[in-house]
């Protein structure tokens, strides 16, 4: 079987990293041939791709009401030509208006990856007539749907995920619900596990991440007299103002912006509770990474990562975007080391059904079908 996986580029994020695990282990089959294309040369993951066949192919589409689109896929439709593959597997909604421009080989099955709710698929509305974003994305949509046939299937990476695909896309698309997997190898607990203060949280550092909650919560449990250090991994266009906020509060020695890290799990490893308080979280693969080096969740609701939270098992799930119920939770966790340390194995444990093998094993079944 000849697979290609397409993503735009390989900055840092969430669908970036199950691209990069999914093609690696994909590779280590008999019978599988397997490539990563990009259009863009970014790449935060060198210290992965070293190991999968990874190419950058130039390509571009940007649409246009006056038809004057700029279309530039030449280069990609010569590759995919002459590769021949009975897969494509899609990544984020740029790759879906770029691959709508190319013709593929009628053999070829279309996987497309929801990754999130992609809002340039939501149903046509009647603001959807008097506002600019709503309008684009509308047309672009319909170019994108063009292209899908009854040979395209989407995965869903949460039940979130998949109640929006099932309302967007048209019934001839096969919806499937396919949870996100992490390597197991190198997300676990220290074989001796020290005890810290240390708590962490890891995103970009943009608005549907809401840092800005954590560093309150941390503020409020510096009142209660309850100490600990939050390290907040990932870096983005918030960077100055949460660091201003960081020093408003006199929190510089106890919270750190330590940027994006090559290694995040030594900082898990190090950690005594998972942190989270993002406002929209399309299935939150880190919250699996942190669980499977045991550690207890503590998070916002952003309707994804329902799908992770037992309740009181393997992490607490705070409904209302209040610093004071966030710190109530971490309280008790640091204050009850019995507690912390039950619900982190229980969330170790919970975190293996999550391994890459599981995973591909469940993506060829998609793909062959």
Known sequence: MKILHFIPNLKKGGAERLA????????????????????GSENDYLFLTNTIIWKVIPAKVIPSFSGKSMIDV???????????????????FETEMILAHILLPVKTKRIVHFHDNMHQFRNFQLKTLF?????????????????????????CISKDAKQFADNVLPGSISKKLLHNAIDLVRFQPLKK?????EITIIGSLVNKKGQQLAIDCVAELKNRGVELHLNILGDGVNRKALQNQIDQLSLQNSVTLQGNVEYPEQFLQSSRIYLHTAIYEPFGLVLIEAMACGLPVVCTDGKGNRDLIHE??????????????????IELLFKNEDLRMEMGEKARIYAQEFGMEKYVTELLEIYKS
Not at 139 to 147: A, D, P
Not at 193 to 197: A, E, F, G, L, P
Not at 313 to 328: H, I, Q, S, Y
């Open 193 to 197: 596990q020290i005890k810290t203060n």
């Open 312 to 329: 009181g098992e393997n992490g607490f799930m705070v409904w209302e975007r209040d610093p004071k119920l966030l710190a109530d939770k």
């Open 131 to 155: 506002n600019k974003t709503y309008l684009t994305d509308f047309f672009e949509k319909r170019i994108v749907l063009k292209s899908y046939s009854h040979n395209t299937t989407a995965i």
């Open 74 to 92: 030449q280069q990609l439709q010569e590759y995919i030509s002459e590769y021949q593959p009975d897969v494509i597997h899609s990544h984020l």
């Open 20 to 39: 990069i695990n999914s093609v690696y282990s994909l590779q280590t089959l008999s019978n599988i041939d397997v490539q990563l294309i990009s259009f």
